[in-house]
């Protein structure tokens, strides 16, 4: 019937039926030739069982939380920039009555001259999540939490949820009052021990002393594992990036790249290691620089090689640079090249961390102060 109502009055004819309890939507289109004349129909069937199936989930969700609010010990309430509140639960119009046509001011009996400072409103114009502790004019003190959200209208509004801690509030005053007497009986045997405190004096002082000592020991504890926390991830943040540049290749010239700058920095990463290891030449302050001839010119390349990826990959622009003597030729000096490739590795690990957006550029100039000795100026800038 449907397809000769279709091809009858040359138009859609869309209807829906239940077939084994499932709901199905069917479309009938007929194309019609340079006449006008039906010559052929295009039938579509869509199976809207899961979706009418979600539509009745979603009314038994609303229907639990409603309900779930409902039987909460505490008050419910939605506030709108209006200052309206249009749902409070069953708790609230106990204690408040009902809302309707009401503003909140009117609603709760509020005692403030303006809403502007009120929280709610505040955490609307901020967007974020509020909590703190109001007492309506009878004397009642709840602790009220408020978060923004979107209703199932798609308006922006307030859920204020409240508990009832007048209670605890008096228990709190109660427990302050002990605390005051207690701390004045406290005070009076305080005075009556000052005497016998006097002796103990001087076995005080030395405790503090070591406690001083052992406070600061703990202190360079701390420094020395945050300092090689630091100096351990910077080299190792290296190798994992270039091991997962090496996965996503295929090329075996860049593959091979990759892995020799893994190689660089796992030599970093070993001579630190190594040092952390000498414990006690670093707790005796001799940790001694290791000093041998050295091309600055390839130090300088391996840094470029190793960070240039990582800076790149995080969309910024990455600019290296020799001037002076080394843009001519390489530069050999008389350094310890571990310790140079960690400060330098350290400085571009941070400015590559703490820049989101633009550039970060590397230089070095290099220039003869006097026959065979060579002044290096390395300069690290980001924006």
Request: aromatic share 6%; with cysteine; hydrophobic share 40%.
């Given at each position: 019937?449907?397809i000769?109502?279709?091809?009858r009055?040359?138009?859609?004819?869309?209807?829906?039926?239940?077939?084994d309890?499932r709901?199905?939507?069917?479309?009938?289109?007929?194309?019609?030739?340079?006449?006008?004349?039906v010559?052929?129909l295009?039938?579509?069937?869509?199976?809207?069982?899961?979706?009418r199936?979600?539509d009745?989930?979603?009314r038994?969700?609303?229907?639990r939380?409603?309900?779930?609010?409902?039987?909460?010990?505490?008050?419910?309430?939605h506030?709108?920039p209006?200052n309206?509140i249009?749902?409070?639960?069953r708790y609230?119009?106990?204690?408040?009555?009902?809302p309707?046509?009401?503003t909140?001011r009117?609603?709760l009996?509020?005692?403030?001259?303006?809403?502007?400072?009120?929280?709610?409103?505040?955490?609307?114009?901020?967007?974020?999540?509020?909590?703190?502790?109001?007492?309506?004019?009878q004397?009642r003190?709840?602790?009220?939490?408020?978060?923004?959200?979107t209703?199932?209208?798609?308006?922006?509004?307030?859920?204020?949820?409240?508990i009832?801690?007048?209670?605890?509030q008096k228990a709190?005053?109660?427990?302050?009052?002990?605390?005051?007497?207690l701390e004045?009986?406290?005070?009076q045997?305080?005075?009556e021990?000052?005497?016998?405190?006097?002796?103990?004096t001087?076995?005080?002082?030395?405790?503090?002393?070591?406690?001083?000592?052992?406070d600061?020991?703990?202190r360079?504890?701390?420094?020395?594992?945050?300092?090689?926390?630091?100096?351990?991830?910077?080299?190792?943040?290296?190798?994992?990036?270039?091991?997962?540049l090496?996965?996503s290749?295929t090329d075996?010239d860049?593959?091979n790249?990759?892995l020799?700058r893994?190689?660089?920095?796992?030599?970093?990463?070993?001579?630190?290691?190594?040092?952390?290891?000498?414990?006690?030449k670093i707790?005796?302050?001799?940790?001694?620089?290791?000093?041998?001839?050295?091309?600055?010119?390839e130090v300088?390349?391996?840094?470029?090689?190793?960070?240039?990826p990582?800076?790149?990959?995080?969309g910024l622009?990455?600019?290296?640079?020799?001037?002076g003597?080394?843009?001519?030729?390489?530069?050999?000096?008389?350094?310890?090249?571990?310790?140079?490739?960690?400060?330098?590795?350290?400085?571009?690990?941070?400015?590559?961390?703490?820049t989101s957006?633009?550039?970060?550029?590397f230089?070095?100039?290099?220039?003869e102060v006097?026959?065979g000795?060579?002044?290096?100026?390395?300069?690290?800038?980001?924006?």
């Amino acid at each position: 019937a449907k397809i000769a109502e279709a091809i009858r009055e040359v138009r859609p004819v869309r209807f829906e039926e239940e077939i084994d309890g499932r709901s199905l939507v069917h479309s009938i289109v007929p194309v019609a030739n340079p006449w006008g004349e039906v010559a052929r129909l295009a039938v579509h069937t869509l199976d809207m069982t899961k979706l009418r199936r979600t539509d009745e989930d979603l009314r038994r969700e609303q229907q639990r939380q409603i309900f779930f609010m409902e039987s909460l010990p505490g008050i419910v309430y939605h506030l709108y920039p209006d200052n309206t509140i249009r749902y409070a639960n069953r708790y609230f119009r106990r204690y408040f009555g009902s809302p309707r046509d009401k503003t909140c001011r009117e609603a709760l009996n509020c005692s403030e001259l303006s809403c502007e400072a009120c929280p709610p409103m505040e955490a609307m114009e901020t967007d974020r999540a509020l909590e703190w502790d109001w007492t309506d004019p009878q004397g009642r003190t709840f602790h009220l939490q408020c978060s923004p959200m979107t209703d199932s209208a798609g308006e922006r509004m307030i859920m204020v949820l409240g508990i009832d801690i007048t209670a605890r509030q008096k228990a709190e005053d109660a427990l302050k009052q002990a605390r005051d007497k207690l701390e004045e009986r406290v005070r009076q045997r305080t005075e009556e021990l000052e005497e016998a405190n006097l002796a103990l004096t001087n076995k005080s002082v030395r405790l503090v002393n070591a406690m001083k000592k052992a406070d600061e020991a703990t202190r360079a504890k701390s420094s020395f594992l945050a300092n090689m926390s630091h100096e351990i991830r910077t080299p190792l943040n290296a190798v994992l990036g270039m091991a997962e540049l090496a996965t996503s290749v295929t090329d075996p010239d860049r593959k091979n790249h990759y892995l020799s700058r893994i190689m660089d920095a796992g030599n970093s990463l070993l001579a630190i290691i190594n040092d952390i290891l000498d414990f006690s030449k670093i707790e005796a302050g001799k940790l001694e620089l290791e000093m041998m001839p050295t091309c600055v010119t390839e130090v300088f390349h391996s840094l470029c090689r190793q960070f240039r990826p990582r800076v790149e990959a995080k969309g910024l622009s990455f600019t290296s640079v020799l001037s002076g003597l080394m843009a001519r030729e390489e530069v050999w000096a008389e350094l310890d090249p571990t310790r140079l490739t960690q400060v330098l590795g350290n400085l571009l690990a941070n400015a590559l961390k703490f820049t989101s957006e633009g550039a970060v550029t590397f230089t070095v100039h290099a220039r003869e102060v006097t026959n065979g000795c060579v002044a290096l100026d390395f300069r690290i800038r980001d924006t």
